[in-house]
């Protein structure tokens, strides 16, 4: 197993799997639900994607895979860009509390 940090002695974590057919359904998703979210009568004129460096590596050759989808979605008229990112810490949706995260990905559309 490759870590990309270390765990304590004693603590408790939890492990998850996935196919890249489901991290890249799960990018659609993200992507459509960003658009469906965004403000009612704006137009978006820009897409910020950030994507967990995690998601490169298990993704391997289908990584550009994540862009197309993006270009897809968003059309050619609107200028994307992105990042990867390490350590991504956030809630997970019903829980109180965050927790380190990995193989995110997180659209951020910018309009008026």
């Given at each position: 197993?490759?870590?990309?940090?270390?765990?304590?002695?004693?603590?408790?974590?939890?492990?998850?799997?996935?196919?890249?057919?489901?991290?890249?359904?799960?990018?659609?998703?993200?992507?459509?639900?960003?658009?469906?979210?965004?403000?009612?009568?704006?137009?978006?004129?820009?897409?910020?994607?950030?994507?967990?460096?995690?998601?490169?590596?298990?993704?391997?050759?289908?990584?550009?895979v994540a862009a197309e989808l993006a270009r897809s979605v968003?059309?050619?008229?609107?200028?994307?860009?992105?990042?990867?990112?390490?350590?991504?810490?956030?809630?997970?949706?019903?829980?109180?509390?965050?927790?380190?995260?990995?193989?995110?990905?997180?659209?951020?559309?910018?309009?008026?």
């Amino acid at each position: 197993m490759i870590l990309a940090g270390s765990i304590p002695v004693g603590a408790m974590v939890q492990l998850t799997t996935a196919d890249t057919d489901d991290i890249l359904a799960g990018t659609k998703a993200a992507l459509d639900r960003a658009s469906a979210e965004f403000a009612v009568g704006s137009r978006p004129e820009a897409a910020l994607i950030f994507s967990c460096a995690v998601r490169k590596v298990v993704l391997g050759s289908r990584t550009q895979v994540a862009a197309e989808l993006a270009r897809s979605v968003y059309g050619s008229s609107i200028p994307l860009a992105g990042l990867y990112c390490y350590g991504e810490i956030g809630p997970v949706r019903g829980g109180s509390t965050s927790r380190f995260l990995t193989e995110t990905f997180v659209t951020l559309l910018l309009g008026t």
